[in-house]
């Protein structure tokens, strides 16, 4: 187990209107507002996107299994985001909904807003964190100062 102890610092309401992308929004937010670390909350609906639904088989590396959805998903989810040598690096994982129809799992590369989604960011103060490629894993990792 590793840690990093650390304080909230700045807290910050968004609203992400109808064709922004909330991936590519929270990043630029983050970089502008300078945060280095931070958590949030979201909620609202998503058009359009692509989402990790777990690994095809439970093998490390994973090899991802990936779902699309389209056409207008309720979603709620949480992310963190970590600096990392490429920039903040964002790991979100949400619920979609869409009738009787459920997904949950990673959101990655695009997650283009529909109408709207309303995220309250966390900032983390102090802490000692950064996501890093992790190469047995095939994942960025967060890699924190202490050990247990």
């Not at 990093?4 to 991936?23: C, H």
């Not at 490429?86 to 994982?93: A, D, K, N, T, W």
């Not at 997904?103 to 964190?129: D, T, W």
């Not at 890093?132 to 990792?141: D, K």
Request: hydrophobic share 40%.
């Amino acid at each position: 187990m590793q840690y990093s102890e650390g304080r909230i610092g700045r807290i910050f309401v968004l609203r992400l209107d109808d064709g922004e992308d909330l991936i590519a929004s929270l990043k630029k937010f983050v970089s502008e507002m300078e945060i280095s670390s931070c958590m949030a909350l979201f909620i609202g609906a998503l058009k359009e996107g692509r989402v990790v639904t777990g690994p095809e088989e439970p093998t490390i590396p994973p090899v991802p299994h990936w779902e699309e959805y389209r056409e207008g998903w309720e979603v709620f989810g949480m992310a963190t985001i970590y600096p990392s040598s490429e920039g903040p690096r964002l790991h979100i994982h949400s619920s979609l909904g869409k009738g009787r129809e459920a997904m949950l799992g990673c959101v990655r590369e695009r997650a283009g807003v529909y109408l709207v989604v309303e995220a309250v960011l966390f900032e983390f103060s102090g802490l000692n964190v950064r996501r890093q490629w992790n190469s047995s894993m095939e994942l960025f990792l967060p890699e924190l100062e202490k050990r247990l």
